[in-house]
């Protein structure tokens, strides 16, 4: 936090969210479990009413005839910062107080005996309060900036782990890129198969896509990790014995932007093609059109089978590379603190395990926010339930983000 050079609070930007994990073990997570619960809290009004004040500082200052051209500028900038987020602050005001007034009228309507009434209000009040949390939603993503990759495209890896015995890996792998290529239709992004590695018995071992539309990186960034699942394999042993399998598989979520400004010297690339196999059509294994690229200085490599053409896949698998090597600028960038890839691969040990699916309990659960989710098929499906358990994250993370800003903004003002 810094003095504006006309006597008022300017505060610096909120952090940035690209740096907010999903670890959610600090104080803050045990007391607010919604954008809500967080607008009432104490310091969150502190903070908002400085902004409002702010705000119309900001707004009387330009008005004034003695600023400069470059101050006028500084001062424009700021109350359009500030504008949106003062308004949704009043909007939000008046509903509460709307709120108190029907919670009164609830009470009197309710000593009187009128059912009737009491019904219509109680309707009223539920409206009202579904308002408020859109509103503080709202609220919070415009406190919270936008993280530089949001729009972004990816590209989408899933990875089969390891299972104490069985096959279940490979059919969840395969169940799961099937969710994201549903998720994707329901949100009517373009989902485009870079590699498919098959599985013998149906399942799947590797596949990646290239995933782009509107927020794409956005709605998927927390997905990267890994995942958990119990279940009675169909066929084999288990199956007859009842007996329930624990198996992992990995995903990863990179974002790729529209200019990646990495070098590549052809120098150090070797480039292998083969026959593509699995989800291609008529064409595959019949050519070796598809096309594997290894940068020999990190060792990364990457696959596309997915057009006819073996130029078009290697222009696809080179775009590939260059965003996985500007991956890793990002994370040395951010050597301070743990990885993005880190975060998301981890080991794929099942102690790192970022959501569970249990098909006996018809449950999914996301540990990182404790939330659990009936109906294994509908989120599977890709559609309503797995786009309601996406942004349940997302509203966590802003909150994250939000309540991380103030207790970093009350220790230096506490000077600590």
């Not at 104080?27 to 502190?46: M, T």
């Not at 998301?344 to 996301?366: C, K, M, P």
Request: glycine share 6%; proline share 3%.
């Amino acid at each position: 936090v810094g003095l504006h050079n006309h006597g008022f609070w300017r505060p610096k930007p909120l952090l940035d969210t690209a740096r907010v994990t999903l670890s959610f073990n600090s104080w803050h997570r045990k007391n607010h479990q919604d954008s809500q619960a967080l607008w009432k809290h104490e310091a969150v009004q502190k903070y908002l009413e400085s902004l409002s004040k702010e705000y119309q500082q900001v707004s009387h200052q330009l008005s004034a005839h003695s600023l400069n051209d470059f101050e006028q500028r500084a001062l424009r900038r700021r109350c359009a910062d500030l504008s949106p987020i003062a308004a949704a602050f009043q909007e939000i005001k008046e509903a509460e107080r709307e709120v108190q007034e029907l919670e009164a009228m609830c009470t009197e309507l309710d000593t009187r005996d009128e059912k009737q009434l009491l019904e219509l209000a109680l309707e009223e009040k539920e409206s009202l309060d579904k308002k408020m949390n859109m509103l503080c939603r709202k609220l919070l993503q415009l406190l919270v900036p936008k993280e530089k990759y949001d729009r972004s495209p990816v590209i989408l890896e899933v990875t089969a782990g390891r299972t104490t015995g069985g096959d279940i890996c490979q059919q969840f792998t395969k169940e799961m890129f099937d969710m994201y290529k549903s998720y994707a239709e329901y949100k009517r992004w373009t989902f485009d198969i870079v590699n498919y590695t098959p599985a013998e018995i149906g399942g799947l071992h590797h596949a990646a896509a290239h995933i782009s539309g509107e927020n794409v990186y956005r709605h998927l960034k927390y997905e990267g990790g890994t995942h958990r699942v119990q279940r009675i394999p169909e066929t084999g042993l288990s199956s007859r014995m009842q007996r329930i399998h624990t198996g992992t598989m990995s995903v990863i979520v990179l974002p790729q932007p529209e200019e990646v400004d990495v070098k590549v010297d052809p120098k150090d690339l070797r480039i292998d093609t083969f026959r593509a196999k699995g989800a291609g059509g008529q064409h595959v294994n019949k050519t070796d059109s598809a096309v594997r690229i290894v940068h020999l200085p990190t060792g990364l490599a990457v696959e596309c089978q997915q057009e006819r053409s073996q130029q078009l896949n290697k222009e696809i698998a080179l775009r590939t590379l260059r965003a996985k090597l500007y991956q890793q600028v990002l994370e040395k960038q951010l050597s301070q603190e743990q990885s993005a890839r880190k975060l998301q691969l981890g080991t794929r040990a099942q102690s790192e395990r970022i959501r569970t699916y249990n098909f006996t309990q018809d449950r999914v659960t996301d540990h990182r926010i404790s939330y659990d989710a009936r109906n294994i098929k509908e989120i599977l499906s890709g559609k309503e339930a797995l786009d309601k358990l996406i942004n349940r994250l997302l509203e966590f993370a802003e909150i994250e983000a939000v309540t991380q800003y103030l207790e970093n903004l009350q220790a230096l003002e506490g000077g600590g």
